[in-house]
């Protein structure tokens, strides 16, 4: 990808993250450590060593901020390569950026809601980063089934993942963690790979080839 694509991508994941925008840096390193350390204590989010969904989502948070801002120190091999872009991600991290979107979501809602329960809606869309945190790092080490069996909690949370587009095929993510395709049994459909391979085909960005044997 070249640096401008990569700005871009910083501004439209921006644009589509809106109020839970995460640091393609700080999230990044903050995976890779996940990766390294899965259901230890040295996790940055495993089930296993936190009490309940909700003291994990603090614990995360906690140490995304800490990486994102470099209060910690982050051994290389988990920084290396992963793009950064200082300045915006101040903008966008800010508190400033942040009641923008909300602001922008509560205008929307008041415009387009047409019964009062659809306002029950409205603190999903300022927390969309967490949820979507929760769902894969705390359910998709707890509930489903596996195709690999590894030395951690991962599991592939549907047969076929309609919610999280590919991504709650955790069990085959963590068995193959660089291939960007997470599904490997015929109906394991990545719907997010599925774009990746469109964006790849346009030239905006360059899939390296991975061999992943299917199961």
Known sequence: M???MERITFVLTWVFQGASYLSAYGYGVMH????????????????????????????TKTIYQDINTQ?????????????????F??????????????????????????????????????????????IINWFGHIYGYVNFKMKNTS??????????????????HHMHASSANFGVKWYEIDM???????????GFIKLKPISVKNK
């Open 89 to 134: 991600d101040a903008f966008a991290s800010s508190r400033f950026s942040r009641v923008l979107w909300i602001s922008l979501y509560i205008l929307f809602f008041a415009f387009f809601a047409t019964a009062w329960w659809q306002w029950l809606l409205l603190p999903i869309t300022f927390l969309m980063a967490p949820i979507h945190g929760v």
């Open 2 to 4: 070249s640096k401008t």
């Open 192 to 202: 997010t790979y599925l774009i990746i391979r469109v964006l790849n085909a346009l």
């Open 71 to 87: 209060r910690v120190a982050v051994d290389s091999r988990f920084t290396k390569n992963v793009p950064q872009w200082k300045s």
């Open 32 to 59: 890779r450590m996940h990766h390294a350390y899965t259901d230890t204590e040295q996790d940055p989010h495993s089930p296993s060593y936190d009490a309940n969904l909700f003291a994990m989502m603090w614990k």
């Open 155 to 172: 599991k592939n949370l549907f047969r076929f993942d309609f919610l999280m587009m590919g991504e709650g095929y955790h069990n085959n």
